[in-house]
């Protein structure tokens, strides 16, 4: 098993800015996928970034350029750099890692809330 513990989030000012930060522990295969997904008040939940223990990187089209996505694979964390925050950036934000063939796992989510 695998457990995702993420720490960050709050209330920020647009234009302001947060990190969230997950740290994986448990039997975590050299090669998986970490990443952040969001999901918004009578939305579905999407991915916002993921990052590969290869290094390779993926952000959904409207968080590019304001959001990093960086790893430490020797100590299996993920973090996520949130700049220039927007008012619609407002979500509960997960962590996930992806491993094996189908295997996933999420954290509890933490509050991010953008005001205007």
């Known amino acids: 098993q695998v457990q995702l513990v993420e720490s960050g989030g709050g209330l920020v000012q647009a234009g302001g800015s947060l990190r969230l930060s997950c740290a994986a522990s448990?039997?975590?295969?050299?090669?998986?996928?970490m990443g952040w997904y969001r999901q918004a008040p009578g939305k579905q939940r999407e991915l916002v970034a993921a990052?590969?223990?290869?290094?390779?990187?993926n952000y959904v089209d409207h968080v590019k350029g304001r959001f990093t996505i960086s790893r430490d694979n020797a100590k299996n964390t993920v973090v996520l750099q949130m700049n220039r925050l927007k008012p619609e950036d407002t979500a509960v934000y997960y962590c996930?890692?992806?491993?094996?063939?189908?295997?996933?796992?999420w954290g509890q989510g933490t509050q991010v809330t953008v005001s205007s």
């Open positions: 996930n890692l992806k491993q094996g063939v189908v295997t996933t796992y």
């Open positions: 448990g039997m975590i295969f050299s090669a998986n996928v």
């Open positions: 990052i590969t223990s290869g290094g390779s990187i």
